[in-house]
C-alpha cells in the first residue's frame, strides 16, 4: 500500500481506480445505513477509524516504491465489514498523502484496491470463519490482523508484478512478495496490538459487539 505517485503506469493506475471507487461508493452507503439503524455503532466506527489513521502514519519505505507498516485494516473490516473499511480506507490513504507525503494521487486507486477492499475482505472472511466454530472471538480478531496485513500486500505485490512483469509475471510477483516478506512479522505485530484494543472494547460495551454480531454464542453468553 501507499504506492508512491507517479510508480505505476498510467492504464493500471485507471484500472485500480474502476475497480476500486464502486466498492468506496457502496461503503458510504453502507456507513450511512449502519449510522441510522444502529446509532450508537457510531464511536465505535470512530475509534475503529482513528486506528486505522493513527497506524498508518508509522511506515518504512520499501524498494518497490511502497512501505511496510501495520495497516489496521483487519480491525474494522472484522467488526463493520470490508466495504465499510474501503469507504474509510480513502480518509486514511488521503491523510497519509497530504499529512505524511506518504503514496500518491495517480495510485490511490491501486492503494485502495490492495489497503482498503482485499485485505479488508480478507480479514472479515477469516474472522466470521472463526467465529462461526465458536472460537473466542480474541483468536479470531488476532488472525484477522494478519491476514487483513498480508492480503493488502500480497495484493501490492500483484499490482507490481502486473505493471512490471518482468522477465515474467510470476518470476515478478514472487520478486515483490519476496520484498515484501518482512510483513510476516510486521502481520503478527498487527495481530497482538488488535487483540489488546480487542479486549479493551470488549471491556468498554461488550452489548454493541454482540449486537452487531462479532462474538459467539458462548461469549456472548447472556447478552444475547
Not at 500518491?104 to 485502495?112: D, K
Not at 502481520?187 to 460495551?205: D, M, P, R
Amino acid at each position: 500500500m501507499h504506492i508512491m505517485e507517479g510508480f505505476l503506469p498510467p492504464l493500471w493506475c485507471l484500472i485500480w481506480y474502476i475497480l476500486s471507487i464502486p466498492v468506496v461508493v457502496y461503503g458510504v452507503i453502507k456507513i450511512k445505513n449502519i449510522i441510522n439503524n444502529i446509532p450508537e455503532s457510531k464511536p465505535l466506527l470512530a475509534v475503529t477509524g482513528a486506528f486505522m489513521v493513527i497506524i498508518s502514519i508509522f511506515s518504512v519505505p520499501s524498494p518497490t516504491g511502497g512501505c511496510y507498516h501495520i495497516t489496521g485494516n483487519g480491525l474494522n473490516a472484522a467488526i463493520f465489514g470490508p466495504v465499510i473499511t474501503a469507504a474509510l480506507s480513502v480518509i486514511v490513504l488521503l491523510f497519509d498523502l497530504f499529512f505524511t507525503g506518504h503514496g500518491g494521487i495517480t495510485t490511490l486507486g491501486a492503494s485502495i484496491f490492495a489497503y482498503g477492499i482485499i485485505g479488508p475482505f480478507a480479514a472479515w472472511g477469516i474472522y466470521r470463519l472463526i467465529i462461526r466454530f465458536n472460537i473466542r472471538s480474541d483468536v479470531a480478531i488476532f488472525f484477522a490482523a494478519i491476514f487483513g496485513n498480508l492480503f493488502t500486500y500480497a495484493t501490492t505485490s500483484l499490482q507490481f508484478a502486473l505493471a512490471f512483469p518482468e522477465p515474467n509475471f510470476f518470476e515478478a510477483y514472487l520478486k515483490f512478495l519476496a520484498i515484501y516478506s518482512f510483513q510476516i512479522l510486521v502481520s503478527i505485530a498487527e495481530g497482538i496490538i488488535t487483540v489488546l484494543i480487542w479486549k479493551g472494547l470488549k471491556q468498554y460495551n461488550k452489548k454493541i459487539l454482540v449486537k452487531l454480531r462479532l462474538l459467539g454464542k458462548t461469549e456472548s453468553g447472556n447478552l444475547t
